[in-house]
């Protein structure tokens, strides 16, 4: 990051935590860190009283989420305070509408179809850590492409947040909403609109860190936060980019790095992916993922499946899969489904 970049750090439980950016300056207003420290008030149940007012409106809509939380997953209500600015807000916008791009299936889909989105974010240190120096330098290249080829402009953004000795602890999955509407708040200057791609469909809604229920509720005054997606599911999402010359040329969904390649073709996130294009018939067109013989031999060699992940896998069936991915695929389902039934006899 060059020297003379944009950073605002903050010291939380004695360590600091830092965001920086060289594309544009960082808002160093407190609502981007009371959205962090509400999330760990909540999740790591701690009592915090926010030393400096926030946005009115912000303060009434973490209220909300606090409420949704504890229905979710019990979690602690009212444990983080805050005093506001006073005078009731008015809402600016008109700074131009952005989106993160992590260069997966789901942020593909909102940029291929948000025509207004003429900024995406990326933040480094969130799904990539900033040691992975080759990986962040691969990706971020990745990122100018795109937004050279779909004229647009590209915001990264770096930051500690991960390996921070507080905010390391909590789990990503409960956590990534409030990260990503930080780095909204911390870029409000620059923008007044940021989408979060969905990760699920609304007709099989799980409790998530981003969600279409309270993605909405991080915004404030100066920023609004929308989600964008819902209403299909990521293999949907899939075959209506799918011959998208950007989305071929780019699509990464890995986030385990099990060795140097973007999509590693080893993990489940991995396979699930290639198993999508290999439906679609389009999986030898995608540079970024290894071929089918690694797919198959890695559904052979995989343990069984989350349970919550079945249903997805066994929609792969209704397609007219190669012979050797679909026995692999019937085998992985096969042990899934055997540990789940020994699982429950076991608690009977």
């Not at 009371?34 to 303060?59: Q, T």
Request: with cysteine.
């Amino acid at each position: 990051m060059p020297s003379n970049a944009s950073r605002v750090e903050w010291e939380i439980d004695g360590a600091p935590l830092w965001f920086e950016c060289a594309d544009t300056p960082l808002n160093s207003a407190p609502d981007a860190m009371a959205c962090l420290c509400f999330a760990a008030s909540s999740l790591a149940g701690w009592r915090v009283r926010f030393p400096v007012s926030i946005c009115p409106l912000l303060e009434h809509r973490l209220k909300r989420i606090g409420r949704i939380w504890n229905r979710w997953w019990g979690t602690d209500r009212d444990r983080f305070k805050a005093e506001t600015r006073g005078t009731p807000p008015t809402i600016e916008m008109g700074r131009g509408t952005a989106l993160f791009l992590s260069l997966g299936v789901d942020s593909f889909y909102t940029l291929l179809r948000m025509p207004e989105a003429r900024t995406i974010v990326y933040v480094a240190g969130y799904d990539v850590q900033l040691i992975e120096t080759e990986r962040c330098a691969k990706i971020e290249r990745r990122l100018h492409d795109v937004a050279e080829r779909q004229g647009v402009k590209v915001i990264l953004v770096r930051t500690n947040l991960r390996t921070h000795p507080v905010f390391g602890k909590l789990g990503w999955d409960r956590l990534h909403g409030a990260a990503l509407a930080a780095v909204g708040h911390l870029l409000d200057s620059a923008i007044s609109k940021i989408f979060i791609s969905a990760s699920f469909p609304k007709n099989y809604f799980k409790p998530w860190g981003s969600s279409w229920k309270t993605d909405f509720l991080w915004s404030s005054s100066r920023l609004e936060i929308g989600h964008f997606g819902e209403e299909l599911w990521r293999l949907e999402k899939l075959e209506k980019i799918v011959d998208e010359p950007l989305v071929m040329d780019h699509l990464r969904v890995c986030w385990e790095h099990r060795n140097d390649g973007l999509n590693c073709g080893e993990c489940e996130k991995c396979q699930r992916t290639m198993l999508g294009l290999v439906s679609l018939r389009r999986l030898e067109v995608y540079q970024t993922f290894p071929n089918v013989e690694t797919l198959v031999a890695g559904l052979q060699a995989s343990p069984a499946l989350i349970g919550k992940l079945l249903p997805t896998y066994r929609a792969f069936l209704k397609h007219d899969l190669p012979p050797e991915v679909d026995g692999a695929l019937r085998g992985l389902i096969q042990r899934t489904e055997a540990r789940i039934k020994s699982r429950n006899h076991a608690i009977q």
